[in-house]
């Protein structure tokens, strides 16, 4: 039955639905990030939003599971600031998904500042194995999936520099995933990156030099992650995505869109809103309307705790809810994607 216009005018608003929306479609979750230590203590309206699986059936520690927090010191784990996330997301029974073990960036000083004349191949790649081996150890059995590497790769599609490749060379990708799999032998092992969301030379390179060798050589990897932190007036479009995710699945891969967001040039517009409405939707359509898209997650959702402003001067207005908690535009323009979803019904999980 359908309802008239004017009973959902004054229906209590069923507003908390997105998760249960995704599941719907087909897909696994759609989920945000959070910090959620600072933010818990900062706002109880955030906090009630964050904690609805009905909004969101996965998390991601936005900073707590990276190298900095867990391996301040080379072999001092530190648990306590990934904790936070994941022991909320357990008591909500949320999904997570852990983020991440390999990373050239927010590493801990100790592994940057010992030189690459002082570490060897060998001392780093035993370093390397010892904090992938003991984080993903210690959340064994809770993560749906890891990020094993992030970002490894330059829009050119040649491999990034940084202390793992200068000293361990390409096959620093390889060792990481392996010991992943040893750690946490049940999780879905990810490569993920930004700018991969439509076809271009670096989207090309996770087939060449990340997917195409992993594979070849047996090395477990399961998904690619697009980040997806996309700018309203250059963002890719839902055909560009659906090619990306192929481009990805054709090799078997699962594929998730991992940190949304659409910035926007400040102050705010309606034209603006309404440009960034139709890029949520269709990264969320290009996700929906393909089988091995698994899930999204929004790289947090109230503006107020977004990564943007502080990174790019000028803009803002990245998320799904303005410091006041009234909706984005943008969060209809993902409801209407999820309702328009095409997954096949067979692929049905409960929420
Ligand atoms: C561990 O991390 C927490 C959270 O960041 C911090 O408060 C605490 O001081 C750290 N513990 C040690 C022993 O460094
Ligand atoms: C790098 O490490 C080597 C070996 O420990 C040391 O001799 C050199 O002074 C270091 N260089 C810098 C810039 O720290
Ligand atoms: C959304 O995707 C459609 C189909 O690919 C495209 O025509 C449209 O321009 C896209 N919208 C935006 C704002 O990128
Ligand atoms: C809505 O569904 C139609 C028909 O399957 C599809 O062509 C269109 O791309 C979908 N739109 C979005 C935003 O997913
Ligand atoms: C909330 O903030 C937005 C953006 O500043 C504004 O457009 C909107 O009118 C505000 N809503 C309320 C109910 O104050």
């Not at 964050?50 to 080379?74: C, I, M, Y």
């Not at 060998?122 to 992030?150: F, I, P």
């Not at 970002?151 to 995933?177: H, K, M, Q």
């Not at 109230?302 to 303005?322: C, I, K, M, N």
């Amino acid at each position: 039955m359908r309802f008239s216009l004017l009973s959902l005018a004054v229906l209590p608003l069923a507003s908390a639905q997105l998760n249960k929306l995704a599941v719907k479609a087909g897909l696994k979750y759609f989920g945000t990030a959070s910090d959620v230590v600072s933010v818990k203590a900062l706002d109880a309206t955030y906090a009630s939003i964050l904690s609805d699986r009905k909004e969101f059936g996965q998390l991601t520690a936005a900073n707590g599971q990276k190298w900095f927090a867990v391996e301040p010191e080379q072999n001092v784990f530190n648990y306590t600031y990934g904790e936070e996330l994941t022991r909320y997301a357990r008591r909500n029974k949320q999904l997570l998904r852990c983020h991440n073990l390999v990373w050239h960036s927010q590493l801990a000083p100790w592994v940057e500042t010992t030189n690459t004349t002082a570490w060897t191949k060998e001392s780093l790649t035993k370093a390397m194995v010892n904090h992938v081996t003991h984080e993903a150890r210690h959340w064994r059995g809770q993560c749906y999936a890891w990020d094993v590497v992030n970002e490894a790769l330059n829009d050119d599609g040649t491999f990034r520099d940084s202390i793992f490749l200068r000293v361990i060379g390409e096959e620093y990708i390889a060792i990481a995933f392996k010991a992943a799999h040893a750690a946490d032998p049940h999780a879905k092992l990810y490569y993920n990156d930004y700018n991969l969301e439509s076809p271009s030379p670096k989207v090309t390179a996770v087939t060449e030099k990340i997917i195409k060798p992993l594979l070849k050589a047996r090395v477990p990897i399961h998904g690619i992650g697009m980040q997806a932190h996309l700018v309203w007036n250059r963002a890719p479009t839902l055909d560009n995505m659906i090619a990306a995710i192929d481009s990805y699945a054709v090799h078997g891969l699962e594929v998730a869109i991992t940190e949304l967001d659409v910035r926007i040039d400040l102050p705010e517009s309606d034209v603006k809103m309404q440009i960034q409405k139709e890029v949520f939707a269709n990264a969320t359509g290009a996700c929906v309307q393909r089988k091995a898209c698994v899930g999204l997650t929004v790289w947090d959702f109230w503006d107020p705790v977004s990564w943007v402003p502080g990174v790019f001067e000028g803009q803002g207005a990245a998320t799904l809810y303005y410091a006041n908690f009234t909706k984005h535009p943008a969060y209809d323009g993902i409801m209407g994607a999820l309702k328009n979803g095409t997954k096949d019904k067979w692929h049905h999980h409960h929420y």
